[in-house]
């Protein structure tokens, strides 16, 4: 567990920007990452909880979602679209879920979150505070740069819920993490849009056409070529069962 040398929790997201702003001080969510750091990984810490950072709110096809908002909450929530329910039911146990929160989930960035790769298909944003003010920012140029949150915090995720959802994976079980997954969600955009994990170093949105571009990190579950494809085998699977769903 990290060794925690100062706590701070602020009541107002300045004074939380303004403590982060300070060299060596990390933000505090969930925890479920920062605590799994060695102990030897001293941190000054902003835990966020008291933001009022953890609603979900709706504006007609748009969801907008507070950093704060634990993977559970995303499960039990009435308005979230059921691929995204699904995929963070699989991202975590439920005692990890019931402490995780979507921002941190993001901020970890993890190359095989499954969850990411939903919300990248569901044309996930981002909104940034930052002491200039809030700013907007795809999911997709988030994960491409994470530079972006040297100078901010995430606040807020916005996915588009409308439309049908699919996901299909290749594992060494069935229960065991992806070696490669793909998502796709079919809305009003012109085509299906599709992300896929175990194919670069975070989640990111993929075109079938364009396979050629990716350059898969192989270890010992896959090679490059294995990887990329079955990029194209999972992702014409999830095509079909989009457009199955759209008959039904």
């Not at 941190?104 to 993890?110: E, S």
Request: net charge negative; proline share 7%.
């Amino acid at each position: 567990m990290t060794t925690i040398r100062a706590y701070h929790r602020p009541a107002t997201l300045d004074d939380a920007l303004a403590l982060l702003a300070q060299p060596d001080v990390v933000p505090l969510a969930g925890g479920t990452v920062l605590n799994g750091l060695p102990a030897s990984t001293p941190a000054e810490v902003v835990d966020l909880q008291a933001l009022g950072l953890d609603g979900i709110t709706r504006d007609g096809a748009a969801l907008r979602i507070g950093a704060m908002v634990h993977l559970q909450d995303l499960i039990d929530h009435e308005w979230v679209p059921p691929l995204l329910k699904d995929l963070a039911h699989r991202e975590a146990p439920n005692t990890i879920r019931n402490a995780a929160t979507i921002g941190g989930t993001i901020a970890a960035a993890d190359p095989e979150s499954e969850l990411l790769a939903g919300l990248l298909a569901h044309g996930a944003g981002v909104t940034i505070a930052r002491p200039s003010g809030p700013t907007d920012i795809g999911l997709a140029d988030l994960l491409a740069d994470r530079s972006e949150l040297e100078s901010g915090l995430i606040i807020a995720v916005h996915v588009i819920i409308g439309g049908a959802g699919a996901a299909a994976r290749t594992g060494r079980t069935p229960a065991d993490t992806p070696i490669v997954m793909v998502a796709g969600v079919c809305d009003d955009a012109a085509s299906p849009r599709l992300a896929a994990t175990g194919v670069a170093d975070t989640p990111v949105l993929i075109d079938l056409d364009a396979l050629d571009d990716l350059d898969p990190p192989p270890d010992f579950r896959g090679s490059s070529d294995y990887r990329r494809a079955l990029v194209g085998v999972l992702g014409a699977r999830v095509i079909a069962d989009l457009e199955k769903a759209g008959q039904g």
